[in-house]
C-alpha cells in the first residue's frame, strides 16, 4: 500500500459525458501528478500540482483539467468524454517538487462506451 | 517522440536465473533514472534508481547500469524469482527541470520455474 489512494477504482460512461477522478496524497506529501496509461501504451505524464499551484504540465488535452485542493487532495476532471479516453488513469504523489521517487495510487480504470 | 524507448515488450527467463531489462533514451539532458514494477490491478511501485553521476547503483537483487555515452540503461535481477513476474517501466528525468517522469512503455517479464 502505496499510502495514496484513487476514487472510483472503475468508472464506466459514455461518449460526451463529464467525470471526475479523485486522488488523495500520501500524508505530508505536496506534490501530485496524474498520468495516463493507455492500452499497451507507457504511463503519459499530465500534470502536475505542488501545494496547490500547477508546476508542470505534459500532454494533457484541453478537455482535462486538475486542481489541487488545500488538503492537498486533487481532482482530474475529463469532459467531452471520447472513446479514446479510456485508459488508466494514475495519481501518484511525492514530497518534494522534483521527479524523484513518485508514490502512485492504485489507478481509475475509465471506460467510455 | 518517444524520449525514453523499452524495446523489447516482453521477456521470459527461468527461475533462478537473471533477467536484463533495457532502456534507451534520447534527451541527453536526462540526469536522473528510475525503475518501477507494476503488477495487475496495481499501481506502479518504485524499485530502483540512478543518478547520471553513477554508472551503477545496486539494491539486493537488483542493479541498475548506466550508460551515458550510449543513453542506455538497464536492470539486471539476479537470481530471478517467480514473484518478479511484473510489467517494469524505466523512466527519466531533468533534476531541477521540469519535474516531468518520463516513462517508457514497460516490458512484460515472466519468470517461470
Same mark, same amino acid.
Given at each position: 500500500?502505496?499510502?495514496?489512494?484513487?476514487?472510483?477504482?472503475?468508472?464506466?460512461?459514455?461518449?460526451?459525458? +463529464?467525470?471526475?477522478? +479523485?486522488?488523495?496524497?500520501? @500524508?505530508?506529501?505536496?506534490?501530485?501528478?496524474?498520468?495516463?496509461? @493507455?492500452?499497451?501504451?507507457?504511463?503519459?505524464?499530465?500534470?502536475?500540482?505542488?501545494?496547490?499551484?500547477?508546476?508542470?504540465?505534459?500532454?494533457?488535452?484541453?478537455?482535462?483539467?486538475?486542481?489541487?485542493?488545500?488538503?492537498?487532495? @486533487?481532482?482530474?476532471?475529463?469532459?467531452?468524454?471520447?472513446?479514446?479516453? @479510456?485508459?488508466?488513469?494514475?495519481?501518484?504523489?511525492?514530497?518534494?517538487?522534483?521527479?524523484?521517487?513518485?508514490?502512485?495510487?492504485?489507478?481509475?480504470?475509465?471506460?467510455?462506451? | 517522440?518517444?524520449?525514453?524507448? !523499452?524495446?523489447?515488450?516482453?521477456?521470459?527467463? !527461468?527461475?533462478?536465473?537473471?533477467?536484463?531489462?533495457?532502456?534507451?533514451?534520447?534527451?541527453?539532458?536526462?540526469?536522473?533514472? =528510475?525503475?518501477?514494477?507494476?503488477?495487475?490491478?496495481?499501481?506502479?511501485?518504485? =524499485?530502483?534508481?540512478?543518478?547520471?553521476?553513477?554508472?551503477?547503483?545496486?539494491?539486493?537483487?537488483?542493479?541498475?547500469?548506466?550508460?551515458?555515452?550510449?543513453?542506455?540503461?538497464? =536492470?539486471?535481477?539476479?537470481?530471478?524469482?517467480?514473484?518478479?513476474?511484473?510489467?517494469?517501466?524505466?523512466?527519466?528525468?531533468?533534476?531541477?527541470?521540469?519535474?516531468?517522469?518520463?516513462?517508457?512503455?514497460?516490458?512484460? =517479464?515472466?519468470?517461470?520455474?
Amino acid at each position: 500500500d502505496s499510502g495514496v489512494t484513487q476514487t472510483p477504482k472503475h468508472l464506466i460512461t459514455a461518449t460526451g459525458q +463529464r467525470v471526475t477522478l +479523485r486522488c488523495s496524497p500520501r @500524508s505530508g506529501d505536496l506534490s501530485v501528478y496524474w498520468y495516463q496509461q @493507455s492500452l499497451d501504451q507507457g504511463l503519459q505524464f499530465l500534470i502536475q500540482y505542488y501545494n496547490g499551484e500547477e508546476r508542470a504540465k505534459g500532454n494533457i488535452l484541453e478537455r482535462f483539467s486538475a486542481q489541487q485542493f488545500p488538503d492537498l487532495h @486533487s481532482e482530474l476532471n475529463l469532459s467531452s468524454l471520447e472513446l479514446g479516453d @479510456s485508459a488508466l488513469y494514475f495519481c501518484a504523489s511525492s514530497v518534494r517538487p522534483t521527479s524523484d521517487e513518485q508514490f502512485f495510487g492504485p489507478g481509475t480504470r475509465l471506460t467510455v462506451l | 517522440d518517444q524520449q525514453v524507448k !523499452q524495446n523489447s515488450p516482453s521477456l521470459s527467463v !527461468q527461475e533462478g536465473r537473471i533477467s536484463i531489462l533495457n532502456c534507451d533514451y534520447t534527451n541527453s539532458m536526462f540526469d536522473y533514472f =528510475l525503475w518501477y514494477k507494476k503488477y495487475p490491478a496495481e499501481g506502479p511501485t518504485f =524499485l530502483i534508481s540512478i543518478s547520471s553521476i553513477k554508472d551503477k547503483n545496486e539494491d539486493g537483487r537488483f542493479t541498475v547500469f548506466l550508460n551515458k555515452s550510449a543513453k542506455h540503461l538497464s =536492470l539486471h535481477i539476479v537470481p530471478s524469482q517467480p514473484g518478479d513476474s511484473a510489467v517494469y517501466f524505466c523512466a527519466a528525468s531533468v533534476v531541477f527541470g521540469t519535474d516531468k517522469l518520463i516513462f517508457g512503455t514497460g516490458t512484460r =517479464l515472466q519468470v517461470f520455474p
